[in-house]
């Protein structure tokens, strides 16, 4: 299993364009599918991914299609927003990921506007991204939240 992952992370620049790398206690890789297990680390162009389970699903050789991710799952966003839940499923496509967790967890995200922090839980989200116009930059430009859902707005002194 370690030279399998040594060749998955000699190789990730070529599978995802530079932009991705993978750290993991166990990984395997089939041409279709990267099974990951055992402190997951992820690092995309849009943000930081962990957890202690996953799956990225290929589009093709060098294209990653779909992120699904499983056992506490934290998502550092390179706006500096940060999304934690149970279950993440990341559509690499169109930028959409679907945030998930059961009774008595919920989906995290917390992000700062200019008043001050804002955190938003909830048993489920969707979250959509968008690229900036002109620029290598991703900014969240939709969340919607489902079941149970409560916002904190924390205004700075």
Do not use: W
């Not at 999304?83 to 919920?106: M, Q, R, Y």
């Amino acid at each position: 299993m370690r030279i399998l992952l040594l060749f998955v992370l000699a190789y990730a620049p070529l599978l995802f364009g530079g932009r991705t790398s993978i750290e993991a206690e166990n990984v395997d890789y089939d041409g279709k599918q990267i099974r990951m297990a055992g402190a997951i680390k992820v690092a995309h162009e849009f943000g930081d991914l962990a957890c202690q389970k996953g799956v990225i699903l290929m589009k093709g050789r060098m294209n990653p299609q779909r992120i699904l991710l499983y056992g506490d799952v934290v998502a550092v966003l390179k706006d500096g927003s940060i999304l934690t839940a149970e279950e993440a499923d990341i559509n690499c496509e169109t930028l959409e990921g679907v945030f998930t967790a059961t009774s008595p967890h919920k989906v995290e995200y917390t992000t700062r506007v200019e008043e001050g922090p804002v955190k938003t839980m909830s048993r489920s989200m969707r979250v959509i991204m968008k690229k900036m116009a002109g620029k290598s930059e991703y900014v969240v430009s939709d969340v919607q939240a489902a079941g149970s859902v409560n916002i904190e707005y924390q205004q700075e002194e």
